[in-house]
């Protein structure tokens, strides 16, 4: 008797890690994707999602990618520093006015032009990916900088971050995001710095009694792949997962200011935190304390991208 050979190949497995719950942005914009890539290329590409760091911390993924051992994962701008100096240019504080004007950066030329600024590292970049404008919370209210004097802020792994609570003589501490909350929770620190649905989603707000709505900074994401990956796939199938990726992120990008003002007001709402605005008199003092800032980081980032981001505040 003759057997028919039937051979197949196994799926393409692409594992999507990833450190914040579902409920936000990033988590939406992950199970966005699968969702297309399980219309679009059945049996073809796998997609598994990892969220709350199930799979690796934020400071581990991108060499876990490099091994392999993850294949797409969507890191906050600001933990890139090891692998590119450019991207430091989204944490400079105070230089995108909102979200918007962070857009039309990202989506201009020398937004589009930083996507390549990891291949050196073996790293692509596929897409931005908002979360949001960052406020301050912390156990005690923090209005002006002076108040923030001495405090220790949770920050990501990032030297512009670092010299931004320098600059209030306040004590920045490196930390993971998976530990934010314990340490919150037990007063190790006194504050840190979030979206309104990172604050919300991981329940800072129910152990920090004051946030300031100060706009200071940015929270957004760089989906990554590594080359070695990306490059082996068959170019078909690459474009069509961009493009779903690219989907999915619009549909994430979307989410990000519904969630932002959901988000808000559920913090509101729950009554445990107090959310403080600022005069404008106030908000100048941070960004007088602050903006010193720019100058020390203006030489590895460039001065020309930094203006292309100023002037992206022009709609
Ligand atoms: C994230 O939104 O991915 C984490 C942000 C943080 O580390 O604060």
Redesign the pocket.
């Known amino acids: 008797m003759i057997v028919p050979m039937v051979t197949w190949a196994a799926p393409v497995k692409i594992k999507f890690s ?3 719950a579902e409920n ?1 942005p ?1 988590g939406q914009a992950a199970v966005k994707f699968k969702e297309l890539i399980e219309q679009r290329l059945p049996g073809k590409v796998v997609v598994e999602v990892y969220p709350n760091a199930q799979l690796f911390g ?1 400071n581990k993924v991108l060499e876990a990618m490099l091994l392999g051992d993850v294949q797409m994962a ?3 701008l ?2 890139f520093q090891k692998y590119t100096k450019q991207l430091q240019i989204f944490d400079l504080p105070f230089l995108f006015d909102d979200l918007e004007a962070t857009e039309r950066f990202q989506n201009g030329p020398a937004g589009q032009g930083l996507l390549g600024s990891l291949s050196k590292k073996g790293l692509v970049g596929l897409g931005y990916l908002h ?1 949001g404008m960052k406020q301050l919370s912390a156990s005690d209210p923090i209005i002006t900088p002076t108040d923030a004097r001495g405090k220790k802020f949770r920050i ?1 792994t990032s030297d512009v971050l670092q010299e931004q609570f320098d600059a209030v003589d306040a004590v920045p501490l490196k930390k ?2 998976a530990e ?1 909350f314990t340490l919150l929770q037990t007063k190790a620190i006194d504050g ?4 309104y649905s ?1 604050m919300y989603s991981q329940k800072f707000f129910e152990v920090q009694e004051h946030i300031t709505e100060t706009n200071h900074g940015l ?1 957004d ?1 760089l989906v990554v792949t590594s080359a070695e990956f990306w490059m082996g796939l068959p170019e078909e199938m690459r474009e069509e997962i961009h493009t779903a990726l690219n989907e999915a992120i619009a549909h994430g990008n979307q989410l990000a200011f519904e969630f932002d003002a959901r988000d808000r007001q559920a913090i509101l709402d729950s009554g445990k935190s107090k959310i403080h605005t600022l005069t404008p008199q106030q908000r100048e003092q941070w960004v007088e304390s602050m903006r010193p800032v720019w100058k020390k980081f203006e030489k590895e980032i460039g001065a020309d991208l930094i203006d292309a981001a100023v002037k992206s505040n022009q709609k």
């Open positions: 990833h450190v914040v936000t990033k934020d969507a890191p906050a600001s933990k979360n990501m993971p995001f934010v840190q710095e979030n979206t990172n929270l994401y």
